[in-house]
């Protein structure tokens, strides 16, 4: 603060002007009108403020008050005052005569001045402190919506659930950003790309004033989150009932998931939150980033797994094929003993995703039959004893097919014992009773009513109620009777499966067009052999 380089020396202006002590420089930073009055009322003098030559505010002081004590002068000119004076930025000028009075009188005042800085600086601090508060807040807020929104998501089990999933996600914040609603736009990932908005509260406005906005703000909504309020001066949001809003993209590693929209300030949150104001802010933008960024992640890894299990689903199919393919009369045979497994389990409360096991252990429960010879698997006749030992272990085949798969562990006991018996003569293990695993017991049923309903070349398929009779006569015997008392409530519903089943039928293959290969080859031009990239024949 002392940096006149030239503190309490004396000397005299021109012009008729008194000795002049030049006093500390510093910079009072705007306190000149408040410190003149402040040496006014503290030491009962006047002050009048010149400015310095470098745009600062020195204080030139002239005492006044006390004639007898003081030798005062007026300060006419206080353009001379300043080019005589001198001062660096802030310096502070008393002038007296006698000096020592000026000397008294400066110390004073420069005492005052100190005390005003440290009160100045004291509320700068205190600014400082009061912004850090509230930054630290809406730090907080934003780590419990962020905490809140983690432990709320889970990955929808299936594509019809995402819509839940989205809108639980959302919840969180709208209490966060303090929002009458939140839409949620979201774009289909297939087809036309079609645009479908979801709302967390009440509809504010129409589908099509939210689309048409994103259409306006596509590009800007790419860089950053927009901020529009209607009653606060910095937009106009253009449709009745939108009042204000909170607009983000949603997108993740460069695919586009939709847009997020936060619609009208709650008012009843306003008096709640100390930094809140009419309309929404960078805060709640900020706040909305946050939250959406992470559902973007989340929907992309939903995408991710859907196109994984896709994939799986895909080569299990592949997989049943091979084994139909062996057998053509048997085709759809494990496609539907899936679907009548996986209805049985919903009837005995397995759960979606437990029904789910089961109808891939219903695709698989023969995978087996793929080591068995043509001989045996296609002989239409009764088979002998020789035969029927090779057939009996395909179960022991398919486990062993399948163990290593470690995404497949869970159905092994279905494919193991489904051709186990209650009373406990059948195969490959003798269990009996409940020792014999529940998948294995539904697949029994339902490998048994399909065997039993379904046309083969050496016969024709018997009658539902002939087949349930079978089913009933063997209960307790061959099949757990609980589980044939409640597929026999449920037929009709089997039964309707069994109707609507179209067997998949292989896809034909595709003539070559112009003498080229249709399929493209990663790595090859559709039209040609040789490698994207390749200028010679090797
Ligand atoms: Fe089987």
Redesign the pocket.
């Known amino acids: 603060m002392n940096d006149s380089g030239d503190d309490n020396s004396q000397g005299i202006i021109g012009n008729g002007f008194p000795p002049v002590l030049k006093m500390y420089a510093y910079d009072p930073g705007g306190l000149d009108g408040s410190l003149a009055h402040l040496l006014s009322a503290g030491i009962g003098i006047s002050v009048t403020v010149v400015e310095a030559r470098d745009g600062g505010h020195p204080l030139v002081i002239q005492a006044k008050s006390d004639p007898d004590r003081v030798h005062t002068e007026p300060v006419n000119d206080s353009a001379s005052v300043r080019q005589a004076l001198a001062l660096p930025a802030g310096g502070i000028a008393v002038w007296s005569s006698p000096v020592d009075q000026a000397e008294r009188i400066a110390r004073h005042a420069m005492t005052l001045l100190d005390l005003e800085i440290a009160r100045n600086d004291s509320k700068q601090l205190l600014a400082e402190v009061e912004s850090l508060t509230n930054q630290v807040m809406q730090d907080f807020e934003e780590l419990s919506l962020i905490r809140t929104l983690a432990s709320s998501l889970e990955l929808p089990q299936t594509a019809e659930d995402t819509d839940d999933f989205v809108l639980a996600s959302l919840m969180p914040l709208v209490s966060g950003v303090g929002a009458v609603s939140i839409a949620a736009v979201l774009v289909e990932d297939s087809g036309d790309h079609k645009r479908r908005p979801l709302w967390t509260g009440p509809q504010v406005v129409g589908d099509e004033v939210i689309f048409d906005l994103i259409d306006d703000h596509a590009e800007e909504l790419m860089q950053q989150p927009i901020v529009r309020n209607r009653n606060v001066g910095d937009g106009h949001c253009g449709a009745e009932g939108l009042e204000e809003y909170v607009m983000v993209e949603c997108s993740s590693e460069g695919r586009l998931h939709g847009w997020v929209m936060a619609c009208n300030r709650l008012q009843d949150d306003i008096d709640d939150v100390p930094w809140a104001q009419l309309g929404f802010t960078t805060v709640q933008a900020s706040l909305m980033e946050t939250a959406t960024n992470q559902l973007a992640a989340q929907l992309n890894n939903i995408r991710l797994l859907r196109q994984k299990e896709e994939l799986f689903t895909d080569v299990i199919r592949a997989l049943v094929n091979a084994v139909e393919a062996r057998d053509p009369y048997t085709c759809g045979h494990s496609e539907r003993v899936a679907s009548f497994a996986r209805c049985l389990a919903s009837k005995i409360g397995f759960t979606v995703a437990e029904c789910e096991r089961i109808y891939l252990t219903g695709l698989l429960?023969?995978v087996?039959?793929i080591a068995i010879p043509d001989g045996v698997l296609q002989k239409p006749n009764r088979l002998n004893e020789e035969e029927r030992a090779i057939i009996e272990t395909?179960?022991d085949s398919?486990w062993r097919i399948l163990q290593e798969l470690e995404a497949l562990q869970d159905i092994l006991p279905g494919v193991l014992y489904?051709?186990e018996h209650w009373n406990g003569k059948g195969y490959p293990d003798r269990l009996a009773g409940d020792n014999i695993p529940i998948d294995g017991r539904i697949?029994a049923v339902c490998?048994a009513f399909d065997a039993m309903t379904s046309d083969r070349p050496y016969r024709k398929g018997m009658s539902i109620d002939r087949a349930i009779t079978i089913l009933n006569e063997g209960a307790g015997e061959y099949w757990d009777p609980n589980l044939i008392h409640v597929f026999s409530q449920h037929i009709d519903e089997i039964d309707e499966i069994r109707i609507n089943h179209q067997p998949r039928q292989p896809a034909a293959r595709p003539a070559p067009v112009n003498g080229l290969p249709i399929i493209g080859i990663p790595g090859f031009s559709v039209t040609g052999n040789m490698p994207s990239g390749s200028t010679s024949a090797q």
């Open positions: 429960h023969d087996g039959k395909h179960t398919g489904h051709h697949l490998d």
